[in-house]
C-alpha cells in the first residue's frame, strides 16, 4: 500500500504541499539523506537497516514510497546474485528526484551528508555491503550529485617528500600519493583508507608496490598508519555470516554437531543386517544414503574425514570431538570442500579468523604543510 502524493488538480501549491509531505515523512527523509551521502549514491536494504532505527518492512515500504513516486528506483547488480552476503539491489535517485531535491534545496546539503555517513561507525556487515560492486549511475545524476571541492595546494608537501627522500627510488610515487590524500581531505579526523583501497579510492598508478610508498610517507612523518577502535582480530562464521568475538568455541562445537549430523545421515543403511531384515521380513524398504558408501562405489564424508585425519573411519566422530574443536572443524571442512566426491552442507562452515587491517591518513604534520 502506497501513501505517496497522487496528481492533482490543486494547482501548484497542492503540488509543493504534496511533495513536501513526500520528502519530510521521517524514514523517507532519513532514505534520501542516506542516498546522498552515501559514497556511491546506491545504499542497499541491509546498509538502510542499519542506519534507520526501523524495521526492514516499515524501511521497505517506505522504499515503494519513493519508487511510486519516482523519485527513487531499484539498481540491480546481476554478477552479484551468485556471491553470498553481497547485495544485488540498491536504491538511488532518478532524473526526476534529482530534480526534486534540487528544488527543495536537498543538494546543497550533499558535504554535510557525506560527513555524517563518513563519520558513521558501520557495522561488518555494513562495511561489505559498502564495498559491494553496484551498478553505475546515470552520468547525469551522478554529475548532480559529485561533490565538488575547492582547489589544495599541495605543492609545499611534494618539495618536502622530494628533499627527504632524494635519490629513493619512489619518490615519484610517494609526491602522488601524498597529493593524492590531500586531495581527498584523508586527515586526521578521517578514518583512514585501508592499503588494498588506495588505487581505486584515487584513481592512480603506482610503479611500487603500494606498501613500501607507504612505508615510506610514514617514515617522514606525513601518514600514519591507524586501525578502528575494536579487536584486532574478528572471529567470522560462515555457518551464520556473522562476527562470533566472545563465542568462538561453542559456535565451533555448534558446527561440528552440524557436521556430524550430516556424517549420520550420509549413512542411512544401504542394506539391512540379517537380523534387521528377519524382522522386517522381505517387504523392508531401505533409504539410499545421500553419498555411496566407501565401498568401491564412492566415498562419503566419514572415509574422507577418515583418511584425513588418519583414524579408522568408526572413530572419525570421537577424533572430531577431540582437541580444539576450532581446528578439527576447520581441518574437516577443508577436507569436504577439496573433494570431488561430496558435498558440503550449508548448516555448518569454518571459523575464520580475520585481522584489522591498518587505514592510513594524513599527520597534523601534513597538515600544517598545507
Not at 524495521?55 to 554478477?79: C, F, G, T
Not at 629513493?168 to 583508507?193: N, R
Not at 581505486?200 to 598508478?205: K, L, M
Request: charged share 30%; net charge negative.
Amino acid at each position: 500500500m502506497s501513501d505517496a502524493p497522487a496528481a492533482s488538480d490543486g494547482g501548484p501549491f497542492e503540488e509543493q504541499r504534496q511533495i513536501y509531505e513526500l520528502l519530510s515523512q521521517e524514514t523517507r527523509h532519513l532514505v534520501l539523506q542516506y542516498i546522498l551521502g552515501h559514497p556511491a549514491h546506491l545504499p542497499s536494504l541491509d546498509e538502510f537497516s542499519y542506519l534507520i532505527p526501523k524495521n526492514k518492512a516499515a524501511i521497505r515500504d517506505q522504499l515503494q514510497v519513493l519508487e511510486d513516486a519516482d523519485v527513487i528506483e531499484r539498481y540491480d547488480h546481476p554478477p552479484n546474485e551468485s556471491t553470498r552476503g553481497l547485495p544485488s539491489q540498491f536504491y538511488g535517485l532518478t532524473e526526476y528526484g534529482v530534480d526534486v531535491l534540487a528544488e527543495y534545496n536537498y543538494l546543497r546539503g550533499l558535504p554535510v551528508a557525506r560527513a555524517l555517513y563518513d563519520n558513521t561507525r558501520l557495522s561488518e556487515k555494513a562495511e561489505r555491503h559498502l564495498d559491494a560492486p553496484r551498478p553505475e549511475l546515470p552520468s547525469s545524476i551522478d554529475r548532480a550529485l559529485r561533490i565538488e571541492d575547492g582547489p589544495t595546494d599541495s605543492s609545499r608537501i611534494a618539495d618536502y617528500v622530494r628533499e627527504r627522500q632524494e635519490g629513493v627510488p619512489s619518490v615519484d610515487d610517494q609526491v602522488a600519493l601524498a597529493k593524492a590524500f590531500v586531495e581527498a581531505k584523508v586527515g586526521p579526523d578521517h578514518e583512514g583508507i585501508k592499503r588494498t583501497d588506495l588505487l581505486d579510492e584515487f584513481g592512480i598508478e603506482l610503479e611500487h608496490r603500494p606498501k613500501t610508498v607507504l612505508d615510506n610517507l610514514v617514515d617522514v612523518g606525513l601518514l600514519e598508519a591507524t586501525k578502528p577502535p575494536g579487536p584486532d582480530v574478528f572471529a567470522i562464521s560462515e555457518r551464520i555470516d556473522e562476527i562470533v568475538n566472545g563465542r568462538v568455541t561453542a559456535e565451533a562445537r555448534d558446527n561440528l554437531d552440524a557436521l556430524v549430523a550430516h556424517i549420520d545421515d550420509e549413512l542411512q543403511s544401504v542394506e539391512l543386517d540379517d537380523e534387521a531384515a528377519e524382522i522386517s521380513g522381505s517387504n523392508a524398504v531401505t533409504s539410499e544414503p545421500s553419498v555411496a558408501l566407501a565401498d568401491g562405489a564412492g566415498r562419503t564424508i566419514r572415509s574422507i574425514l577418515a583418511s584425513e585425519f588418519g583414524v579408522p573411519p568408526e572413530r572419525v566422530v570421537d577424533h572430531l570431538r577431540s582437541g580444539d574443536p576450532v581446528d578439527r572443524l576447520n581441518a574437516a571442512v577443508d577436507a569436504i570442500e577439496s573433494s570431488e566426491e561430496v558435498a558440503r552442507s550449508e548448516e555448518y562452515g569454518r571459523i575464520v579468523f580475520l585481522s584489522q587491517a591498518y587505514r592510513y591518513r594524513l599527520t597534523e604534520r601534513a597538515m600544517e604543510l598545507q
